[in-house]
């Protein structure tokens, strides 16, 4: 089956830069998204299609996806953005697969 | 406005079986492939189940097949999982989600807030 990895912790500085993995077989070769998710809410998309921004999601979120690697970059964080991360992409024989999830910390 | 509530979740002994409906509003709701997506507690996003647009096509995680049914009522609108011989592992907080672009699978930019689902005697 097919699998995302994702590191389970990533720790950030306010105002600095944090990137977050997510590794997976020829990754590149599919559309890697990323979903927000706080304490008690449900998920929020943050990045669709490798590198898209849907509507509200402010301009530091950005996307990469490249060979087996995606990556998830928020340039300048804040608090509010303390929260777990969770790459996501569509298996032809697996379907949806989700990454285990990075718990970000701004400290 | 564009909203999921889900509900049917209880306590269940293992086993038993449940039916969680996902009732869409504020959007053409046959238009768009819908998923289910569980969380147990403490633990990450799983994905369980897909429909397409049409009801047509589904896909189930390993974990769920020939236990779990997706289906969906466009009169409704409203999504189903009917979940059968239910096990302790199948606790988990259960999400609907809508997908972001007709004609797509995933990814998913409306979700409900889900219901929670207890397998225990």
């Known amino acids: 089956s097919y699998e995302l990895t994702q590191p389970p912790s990533v720790s950030v500085s306010p105002g600095q830069t944090a990137t977050i993995t997510c590794s997976g077989d020829?990754?590149?070769?599919?559309?890697a998204c990323w979903y927000q998710q706080k304490p008690g809410q449900s998920p929020v998309l943050v990045i669709s299609?490798?590198?898209k921004r849907p509507s509200g999601i402010p301009e530091r979120f950005s996307g990469s996806n490249s060979g087996n690697t995606a990556t998830l970059t928020i340039s300048g964080t804040q608090a509010m953005d303390e929260a777990d991360y969770y790459c996501q992409a569509w298996d032809s024989r697996t379907a949806g697969v989700f990454g285990g999830g990075t718990k970000l910390t701004v400290l | 406005e564009v909203q999921l509530v889900e509900s049917g979740g209880g306590l269940v002994q293992p086993g038993g079986s449940l039916r969680l409906s996902c009732a869409a509003s504020g959007f053409t709701f046959s238009s768009y492939a819908m998923s289910w997506v569980r969380q147990a507690p403490g633990m990450g996003l799983e994905w369980v189940s897909a429909i397409s647009a049409g009801g047509g096509n589904t896909y189930y995680t390993d974990s769920v097949k020939g236990r779990f049914i997706i289906s969906r009522d466009s009169s409704e609108n409203t999504l189903y999982l009917q979940m059968n011989s239910l096990r302790a592992e199948d606790t988990a907080v259960y999400y609907c989600a809508r997908v972001a672009h007709s004609n797509s699978w995933y990814p998913w930019d409306v979700w409900g807030k889900g219901t929670t689902v207890t397998v225990s005697s």
């Open positions: 299609q490798d590198n």
């Open positions: 020829k990754l590149g070769d599919k559309f």
